[in-house]
């Protein structure tokens, strides 16, 4: 197998309100998508983001639709600098999301804050000296 993630797919309970907290709110490209469709891909660097009905993604693995919880995944954006850190911070804010974590030095010597996207979905937003990951 190649060691690549293609496409991450996380499963939403309102299609319109998460397409618009990811390609209004966080300006990710969305691709190939019609209004009123229940699925969209936003096309990364590196990875592809996809969203999915909760209930349907449930339904193609065979599990209970269970309420939105933390599932121990956490998605990552690494930025460039402890002031780009900041900034991307503010622009999920203003997007709407729910602030765990404000940015700030970290324990392992990096910069990062965290917050959880319309579906309770984590997210990271962190500066990484040792490892430029951008």
Known sequence: MKPKISLITLAVTDMPRSIAFYRDGLGFPIHNFKEGE????FRLEGTWLALFPWREMAKEVDVPAAPPSFGG???SHNAPSKAAVDQVYAQALTAGVVATVPPKDVFWGGYSG????????YWEVAWNPFTDLT
């Open 73 to 75: 995944v956490m998605l």
């Open 114 to 121: 965290y917050f959880a996207d319309p579906d309770g979905h």
């Open 38 to 41: 229940d699925f969209a891909m």
